[in-house]
């Protein structure tokens, strides 16, 4: 029975991960950390709540007696690192709680690993510490290339750069102490339980509830899409199998412009749900500052050692993600209510 401390897993990603876990494994116990920010919502985990081998904390990764504290109740074998400040415009407006909580918090979950695992000859059998990054630290590409795990890092946003730091402060650890280590870079994940500020989701509920939809720029930034649950897979296969003190860039070649998803979300919804939503909500508005152009990533590392492949084709995936929320209403009401920023804003304020 393997002990997986998964930090932000009431998040998008955290929560679609702690989901696939229990639903694919009987044998492993998962503890979730989360200090439930506006983006951390308990609601996503209703169906595992019960289930014994799961376990919520609420507690800050910033937080160093608490950690230590749920290290030493548990005999961890692997801390999965999702937890972070995770939106761009975000850190624009306020970047400072993207350094503490990304980089900060990383070593503070760093160094509570360590202090647990390391032993008088090295470290503890079988622990892993596997930071979840994103390909946004190796900044914008032209109109050729890809993201590869040798590519420079150079990030823009508050957001990437706090990612970047928290990057090389989880390698400074496998380099200088031996900690057994990963980092995944991931592309932009799309599907359930993702907040709608996100492009994806904001558009889905603006479509739902005729609102205009913002497109920055001229709407020809490109990401490279990537269904959650296929970077979940991504995920438990690097844990188990990834070389120590390796990056595995994960994306599945899928990249599409934003207005060619906000087209294809409008398009939906007006053939299966309301014909009067027309591309008439599209509204251009002013640029994101230091907006990255195209993003892509080159999963050739991951496919090669481990054989991961992503499953979900995006014209399928889009489906599945609206069909998602067209059928959670309820959820988006409540997350975008405010309900949930009570203890985010009293614990941030003034920052
Ligand atoms: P999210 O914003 O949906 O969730 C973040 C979670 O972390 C929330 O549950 C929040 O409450 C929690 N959290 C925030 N600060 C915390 C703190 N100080 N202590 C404890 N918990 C805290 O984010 P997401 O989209 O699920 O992203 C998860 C991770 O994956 C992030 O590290 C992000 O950088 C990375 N990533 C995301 C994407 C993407 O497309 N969403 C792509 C690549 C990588
Ligand atoms: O690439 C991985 C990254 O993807 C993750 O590390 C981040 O956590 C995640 O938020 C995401 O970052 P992006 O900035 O790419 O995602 P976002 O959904 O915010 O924006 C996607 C694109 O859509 C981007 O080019 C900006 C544009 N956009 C976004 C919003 C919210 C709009 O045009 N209008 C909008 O309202």
New binding site residues.
């Given amino acids: 029975m393997k002990t997986y401390l998964v930090t932000g897993g009431a998040g998008f990603i955290g929560s679609n991960f702690v989901l696939y876990m229990l639903k694919k494994y009987n044998d492993v116990k998962i503890i979730n950390v989360d200090v439930l920010t506006y983006a951390g919502n308990l609601e996503n985990l209703k169906s595992v709540e019960n289930n014994p081998n799961y376990k919520f904390v609420q507690a800050n990764i910033c937080d160093k007696d608490a950690i230590t504290k749920i290290f030493e109740e548990n005999e961890v074998d692997y801390v999965v690192n999702f937890a972070a400040e995770?939106?761009?415009?975000r850190s624009i407006k306020n970047p400072e709680i993207f350094a503490e909580t990304n980089v900060l918090g990383t070593v503070n979950m760093l160094n509570c690993a360590k202090n647990s695992w390391e032993t008088e000859t090295g470290w503890k059998e079988g622990v892993k510490f596997l930071h979840v990054s994103?390909?946004?630290v190796y900044g914008s590409l032209g109109e050729t290339g890809f993201f590869m795990e040798t590519t420079p890092l150079d990030p823009h946003s508050p957001?990437?750069s706090s990612?970047a730091g928290s990057d090389l402060m989880v390698k400074a650890y496998g380099d200088t102490y031996k900690m057994p280590i990963n980092i995944t870079r991931?592309?932009?994940?799309y599907g359930p339980y993702q907040f709608p500020?996100?492009?994806?989701p904001?558009v889905i509920n603006n479509c739902l509830n005729k609102k205009p939809?913002?497109?920055?720029?001229d709407?020809m930034?490109i990401?490279?899409w990537l269904y959650v649950e296929d970077h979940c897979k991504a995920i438990d296969m690097v844990i188990r199998d990834g070389r120590l003190g390796e990056v595995y860039n994960v994306g599945g070649h899928n990249e599409r412009n934003?207005m060619h998803i906000v087209k294809t979300i409008i398009e939906y919804v007006h053939d299966n749900v309301d014909s009067t939503v027309d591309e008439s909500l599209i509204t251009y508005?002013e640029d994101?500052k230091g907006?990255?152009r195209r993003?892509g990533i080159d999963p050739t590392k991951i496919k090669e050692e481990l054989g991961w492949y992503p499953e979900t084709p995006y014209e399928e995936g889009i489906k599945l993600t609206i069909k998602w929320f067209l059928d959670n209403k309820e959820w988006i009401e409540n997350v975008t209510s405010g309900a949930y920023q009570n203890y985010y804003e009293k614990m941030y304020e003034g920052k």
């Fill in positions: 995770s939106h761009v415009d994103t390909d946004e957001y990437s990612k991931c592309s932009n994940n500020e996100k492009l994806i904001l939809i913002p497109v920055y720029g709407g930034n990401r490279d934003n508005v994101r907006h990255d993003y």
